[in-house]
């Protein structure tokens, strides 16, 4: 059974810096993708980062490009999001879900479809203050 823990999220004033992490378990990192989404009240799901999806590169959404950098230790089980110059609507309930991964010639456009995923953590709070 593939579990997924997020942990790392808090309160952290505009400008800021978190990390967060993602510790996964019940499957083989290698042959998966990990993805980080987030939702902020009343909006729908939002795919941040995405590592492993299809090959070594990994994608970012363009509203958090040169900011979030999504990194993976797949020794550890472990996938990171660090999040630089945070702003106040970045705040929202992060996620890491993983899947298997779709392999080369995929549509970057679905790693950013929560609906592609089938596995969720809990997630964690991150709320950026002005």
């Known amino acids: 059974e593939v579990q997924l823990v997020e942990s790392g999220g808090g309160l952290v004033q505009a400008g800021g810096s978190l990390r967060l992490s993602c510790a996964g378990s019940?499957?083989?990192?290698?042959?998966?993708?990990i993805g980080w989404f987030r939702q902020a009240p009343g909006k729908e799901r939002e795919g941040v980062a995405c590592?492993?999806?299809?090959?070594?590169?990994?994608y970012h959404a363009d509203s958090v490009k040169g900011r979030f950098t999504i990194s993976s230790d797949n020794a550890k089980n472990t996938v990171w999001l660090q999040m630089n110059s945070l702003k106040p609507e970045d705040t929202a309930v992060y996620y890491c879900?993983?899947?298997?991964?779709w392999g080369p010639g995929s549509y970057t456009d679905s790693y950013y479809n929560w609906l592609e995923w089938g596995s969720w953590g809990q997630g964690t709070q991150v709320t950026v203050s002005s």
């Open positions: 019940g499957f083989t990192f290698d042959d998966y993708a």
């Open positions: 590592i492993g999806c299809s090959d070594a590169n990994t």
């Open positions: 879900a993983a899947r298997p991964n």
